[in-house]
């Protein structure tokens, strides 16, 4: 285990700006619903919110008060954020996304 911080590069976040704006846009599905996939209509909205909205620096801020590690995990590092509790007798509770 090993403590980590997250820096992304600005070049990586220019570049995701560059792909967003970029980003072409299917004709609408032939089926309602999200059968075919996310909906045109529901996408643009999400990709213009990461486009003008979404501050990656203040999200990547706030995720850098807290302790965080890489743990190996059969050849794989898992980024974890790593706190303790207060409570001497705290039941430890992991939370994941759901993968591994």
């Known amino acids: 285990m090993r403590s980590f911080t997250i820096a992304i590069p600005d070049a990586q976040l220019v570049d995701l700006d560059a792909r967003l704006r970029a980003t072409r846009l299917p004709e609408p599905a032939t ?10 209509d529901w996408m643009r909205p999400l990709i213009d919110y990461w486009i003008d909205e979404y ?46």
């Open 31 to 40: 089926e309602a619903g999200w059968s075919q996939g996310p909906p045109v």
């Open 55 to 100: 501050d990656w620096r203040t999200r990547e801020s706030r995720l850098n008060r807290h302790p965080q590690v890489l743990v190996p995990v059969d050849g794989l590092d898992i980024h974890a954020v790593h706190l303790r509790s207060g409570a001497p007798d705290a039941t430890p509770v992991v939370l994941t996304h759901g993968w591994p």
